[in-house]
């Protein structure tokens, strides 16, 4: 089969991205362009997120030795409270730090230039107290902002390239980038970074939902324009990642189905 063009522009963009002596790098955009550093749904309907700490009892050891994709998932109640801990254990805001006279959000992930690009959207079914539907996490508020009401598991199995293993899951996070508030300081370069943030993210989710007891697996297939039209997202952020977390059903080999 010949090689796509995608696989040449993926090249060009790392040449042109790459920091090169002879050459400056990009200035930052214009001083005036400030995006906003948080998503907000205003009018959404919200729901308070019980578990706002790290009360998370395995040792990290532990959950590093566990840890690996779950394929196989009971759908059984989730307490609210857990859903809240994974999310605010994974990516919520555990304060704010003050350097050279700019304050920056304080996160359990590092993100270039401490811009923190992402944001995150769950799609949940039977989380107890909570109606399943699509939200978007409001990270300072600790709260889930409706988005979508009634279930988005079968639609989201649909985009994810029928992957049937979302079915079962309590939690699908879809992580999303607003790609302009770090690429405005790091121009080309800032989009590498977007990804990184995100692998980071992703593996907070990963460690934090075995450390809890529950099943991860990461989906990076899915129909990009059609994900970011079901998540009803402004044009400048797009859906990067998919983690979905679930009670694990049937164990599964040590080594696992090796898919995606
Ligand atoms: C970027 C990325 C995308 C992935 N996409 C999928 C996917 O679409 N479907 C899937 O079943 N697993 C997916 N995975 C999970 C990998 O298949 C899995 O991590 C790998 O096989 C190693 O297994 P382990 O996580 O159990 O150690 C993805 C993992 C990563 C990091």
């Given at each position: 089969m010949a090689r796509s063009k995608e696989a040449d522009v993926a090249r060009l963009y790392h040449l042109q991205s790459s920091h090169v002596r002879s050459r400056t790098p990009e200035p930052p955009f214009d001083a005036d362009l400030q995006p906003l550093r948080f998503r907000t749904y205003v009018g959404s309907a919200r729901t308070r997120l019980p578990g706002?700490?790290?009360?998370?009892?395995?040792?990290l050891g532990a959950a590093l030795e566990r840890r690996r994709s779950i394929r196989e998932f009971a759908l059984r109640p989730m307490p609210l409270e857990t859903l809240g801990r994974l999310l605010h254990a994974s990516y919520g805001v555990r304060g704010a730090r003050k350097l050279d006279e700019e304050w920056f959000v304080d996160r359990s992930t590092p993100s270039a230039g401490g811009l923190y690009p992402l944001e995150i959207y769950v799609a949940t079914?039977?989380?107890?107290?909570l109606p399943d539907g699509l939200y978007h996490y409001d990270a300072r508020a600790h709260e889930l902002e409706l988005r979508r009401e009634g279930p988005a598991h079968p639609a989201i199995t649909d985009l994810t390239l029928?992957?049937?293993?979302?079915?079962?899951?309590?939690v699908v996070v879809i992580i999303t980038a607003v790609p302009f508030r770090t690429m405005r300081k790091y121009?080309?370069?800032g989009y590498r970074y977007l990804w990184i943030d995100a692998g980071h993210l992703g593996q907070n989710l990963y460690l934090v939902a075995t450390a809890m007891g529950l099943g991860p697996v990461a989906i990076g297939g899915f129909y990009d324009d059609e994900l970011k039209a079901f998540l009803a997202l402004p044009a400048e952020e797009d859906a990067m990642y998919v983690v979905c977390i679930g009670q694990p059903g049937t164990t599964e080999g040590p080594a696992g189905p090796q898919r995606g």
């Open positions: 706002r700490d790290f009360a998370i009892d395995a040792p079914q039977a989380v107890e107290e029928d992957q049937d293993m979302v079915v079962n899951t309590n121009g080309q370069r």
